[in-house]
């Protein structure tokens, strides 16, 4: 599985020379805690979070983002984003291509795909992921005959 198959598409993002209460107001209204940082041409150039907005002092977002930012590719495999937030300790890591956001995924983007599951009707073989399998491993039924289940709480 690929990063572009998880990753939240439409991403919040902030320009630089935007005030650190713009930015405040983007993550409380939008209830995330980090946005990528982008310049007037939408390169990105930095991540900003709640934890910079709280341990660091300046007017501008450009004064307090922190700017060697680790990106993946949307062609990632999320083995690889997983590594990346687990021995990172990042939250999040935005999806480049030619520079730009394309997307994001954070944790709870991984969360979500574990959580997620689609079983077979056919035979019952249950395959994890956000979107429906072309086909089933196991008996070879087609699309149609899978069911969007997402696992209970405490499965």
Request: aromatic share 2%; charged share 25%; with cysteine.
């Amino acid at each position: 599985m690929k990063a572009r198959e998880i990753m939240t598409r439409q991403v919040i993002s902030i320009l630089s020379d935007a005030t650190v209460e713009d930015a405040a107001r983007l993550l409380a209204r939008n209830r995330i805690s980090g946005l990528p940082v982008v310049n007037a041409e939408g390169t990105l150039v930095g991540l900003v979070t709640e934890h910079d907005l709280i341990a660091r002092t300046g007017r501008l977002v450009s004064e307090i983002m922190s700017r060697s930012v680790i990106t993946v590719s949307p062609d990632t495999e999320i083995e690889q984003v997983q590594h990346l937030l687990t021995n990172q300790r990042i939250r999040r890591v935005p999806v480049v291509e030619n520079g730009r956001v394309v997307g994001i995924v954070s944790r709870s983007d991984l969360v979500r795909q574990i959580a997620m599951r689609w079983v077979c009707g056919v035979c019952g073989e249950i395959v994890r992921g956000l979107e429906p399998p072309t086909g089933c491993p196991r008996c070879g039924a087609d699309q149609q005959s899978f069911v969007h289940d997402v696992v209970p709480p405490g499965m």
